[in-house]
């Protein structure tokens, strides 16, 4: 389905503020070996549901470690660990991470009638109406597609904040998130974009990537 672009404006990223990288030297026999260790403070609930793993090696020998990160009363509101009065999920997202992260959670359970409704952009839910289609023909389209939409999901998630991950202005003065094309090539989708709506922000389209 196509989507129109409206107005795009520039959007400015902040890099993950509780990161470092070790860089540790070993020598053997008169030899040496470099490798890069990443600490990455990562919301706790993230890692208690397995959205992310504590260690990750990417491709290139870099050794991500993801610590958990308590969320403080200002920040804890602002993710998608909120509940409703009936103990499901409520979907708030202030950072492209969140979408990602809720979305794979819905995937992982699939809870998708609640992607539909707490996540999914209104554009998107017009989209498919002007299309003649509703949230039956979203759920096929994730059952269909949910190990290729899980694998890329996870690893974009564990990937935030690396050179795996480009960050960048996306349509409809939304954000986009993409793989960078060496990376994105292992996978079937490799695009989330997201579009804010009131306060927040709702994902607007996952994309497949497009064969060179």
């Known amino acids: 389905m196509t989507m129109g672009l409206a107005s795009i404006?520039?959007?400015?990223?902040?890099?993950?503020?509780?990161?470092?990288?070790l860089a540790g030297v070993s020598g053997l026999l008169g030899g040496c070996s470099t490798q890069t260790i990443i600490y990455k403070d990562v919301p706790e609930y993230q890692l208690r549901e397995g959205i992310v793993q504590p260690r990750v090696e990417l491709p290139?020998?870099?050794?991500?470690?993801?610590?958990?990160?308590?969320?403080?009363?200002?920040?804890?509101?602002?993710?998608?660990?909120?509940?409703?009065?009936?103990?499901?999920?409520?979907?708030?997202?202030?950072?492209?991470?969140?979408?990602?992260?809720?979305?794979?959670?819905?995937?992982?359970?699939?809870?998708?009638?609640?992607?539909?409704?707490?996540?999914?952009?209104?554009?998107?839910?017009?989209?498919?109406?002007?299309?003649?289609?509703?949230?039956?023909?979203?759920?096929?389209?994730?059952?269909?597609n949910r190990d290729d939409l899980f694998a890329m999901l996870n690893r974009m998630v564990i990937s935030m904040g690396s050179t795996e991950v480009i960050v960048e202005q996306g349509p409809l003065g939304g954000i986009r998130c993409r793989f960078h094309p060496y990376y994105g090539r292992a996978f079937k989708f490799d695009t989330v974009d997201m579009v804010y709506e009131g306060y927040g922000l709702k994902l607007l389209m996952i994309r497949p990537r497009i064969a060179e």
């Not at 404006?9 to 990288?21: E, S």
């Not at 359970?109 to 299309?131: G, R, S």
């Open 9 to 21: 404006r520039r959007v400015t990223m902040r890099r993950p503020a509780a990161w470092a990288i």
């Open 60 to 144: 290139d020998g870099t050794i991500i470690i993801h610590r958990p990160r308590k969320l403080g009363p200002a920040v804890a509101g602002g993710g998608p660990a909120e509940t409703n009065p009936d103990g499901t999920p409520r979907f708030r997202a202030l950072q492209p991470e969140q979408v990602i992260s809720f979305t794979l959670r819905c995937i992982t359970d699939e809870t998708y009638e609640l992607l539909w409704e707490e996540a999914l952009a209104k554009h998107t839910k017009d989209e498919y109406e002007a299309a003649g289609m509703d949230f039956d023909d979203f759920a096929e389209f994730m059952r269909r």
